[in-house]
């Protein structure tokens, strides 16, 4: 059976405190992994794909890295706006394109 | 450029009722997938359409029911509401790759429709 953890379920960091949060999957056939971030009351805002262990993809003061177990969402130098629910969520391959979602890491930057 | 597009963004049911979501997806997009988000969790799927045929279903009642028109947007219907189907709807498009390669597989979300039953 599909499973997906994120930890931890909640982080508090100082503003310019460098973190990671962690996904561990158990997906059969993964055609790639996803990473969102969520604030409160809207949809998922889409960050990064990627396909294959070892990839590592950039994006502003994020970084995703991906193995065959695991992926993790570094954080360098966070700032207050950095605060969200961050989403893992594999996707199998196959006929459909479905996501296998996490519950999230609520992320809290204090100035 | 427009993203997904959903209304109504909040709505109130009693149990019993009936309820109709709509999703307008990202021009060029032809796939359209439902997922349910109660609170404290994450988007779970419901559905996926793609050129208006079914490509996927999730563990949910045959209460829920959706469907896409011939424009790519799409509708989800559930009947009989329950107190347990309060939750952030959310719709998401993606572009299709040729025979079933998700060629460019990113999902893009809606801002949701939060149903509240009460």
């Known amino acids: 059976e599909d499973q997906v953890t994120q930890s931890p379920e909640a982080l508090r960091l100082q503003e310019g405190e460098s973190s990671s949060l962690n996904c561990s999957y158990t997906v059969s056939g993964l055609r790639g992994l996803f990473w969102y971030r969520q604030d409160p009351g809207k949809g998922p805002e889409f960050l990064f794909t990627?396909?294959?262990a070892g990839e590592e993809k950039e994006k502003e003061r994020l970084k995703a890295t991906l193995t065959k177990k695991e992926s993790f969402l570094h954080i360098t130098a966070p700032k207050p706006e950095d605060s969200a629910t961050y989403l893992c969520a594999p996707q199998r391959g196959g006929a459909t394109n479905k996501l296998i979602f996490g519950t999230g890491t609520l992320l809290a930057v204090q100035p | 450029d427009a993203g997904v597009t959903q209304s109504p963004t909040h709505l109130i049911k009693t149990r019993g009722q009936h309820v109709t979501l709509r999703c307008s997806p990202i021009s060029g997009h032809k796939s359209v997938s439902w997922y349910q988000q109660v609170l404290g969790q994450g988007p779970q799927f419901i559905f996926q359409y793609y050129e208006k045929e079914e490509r996927g279903r999730g563990n949910f009642p045959d209460r829920f029911s959706a469907r896409q028109f011939p424009n790519y947007s799409s509708e989800l219907n559930v009947n009989a509401l329950l107190l347990g189907d309060s939750a952030l709807y959310l719709c998401a498009s993606s572009l299709v790759g040729l025979a079933g390669a998700w060629s460019t597989g990113e999902l893009f979300f809606g801002e949701g429709s939060r149903l509240t039953v009460l």
């Open positions: 990627l396909y294959s």
